[in-house]
């Protein structure tokens, strides 16, 4: 077996015994399995490889103090899966496909709980964007077998 193929067989074997944890989360109490994943969220607004996001939401919020101008620049430099809109006292996204790049690049398995870590993700950008703690819902979500993703941050 080649470098190649040793780190392609570690990626899926990894893959796959994530899945199978967060397969598992879905038994334990939903609450401990929100914040278990939020905290992975959290973890994913911190990868560098993306920014990090974090890192960019609190430049932009340093940057500009009008709301709607801290929309246009975290749609335009935050890698998401759909576009962040001001809807009166809330913000919302639809998303069509999953968020989570670890589903879309085929390494995970699409689970609830996965729902529960771009949840995490969403409350730290936003935390950062607005400065101050914020409420997230998750309206709708892929996997809980709807049709989209709907986030739902209130001011």
Same mark, same amino acid.
Request: glycine letters at 8%; one cysteine or more; aromatic letters at 6%.
């Given at each position: ?29 939903? %609450? ?5 994943? %939020? ?5 994913? %607004? ?66 609830? %709980? ?42």
């Amino acid at each position: 077996m080649d470098e190649l193929e040793r780190r392609s067989f570690l990626l899926r074997m990894t893959g796959n015994m994530l899945s199978a944890v967060l397969e598992g989360l879905e038994e334990v109490d939903p %609450a401990i399995r929100r914040r278990v994943m %939020a905290r992975c969220g959290e973890a994913c %607004a911190r990868e560098k490889h993306y920014g990090p996001a974090v890192d960019i939401a609190w430049r932009i919020s340093g940057e500009e103090g009008d709301l709607e101008r801290i929309l246009d620049r975290a749609n335009e430099e935050i890698s998401w899966c759909g576009e962040w809109v001001r809807d009166g006292s809330v913000i919302r996204c639809t998303c069509d496909d999953c968020g989570c790049p670890l589903v879309r690049g085929s390494v995970l398995r699409l689970t609830e %709980a996965l729902c529960y870590c771009s949840l995490g993700w969403v409350s730290t950008i936003f935390e950062a964007l607005l400065r101050r703690p914020v409420r997230v819902e998750l309206e709708k979500a892929l996997g809980l077998g709807d049709d989209e993703c709907r986030y739902a941050v209130f001011l």
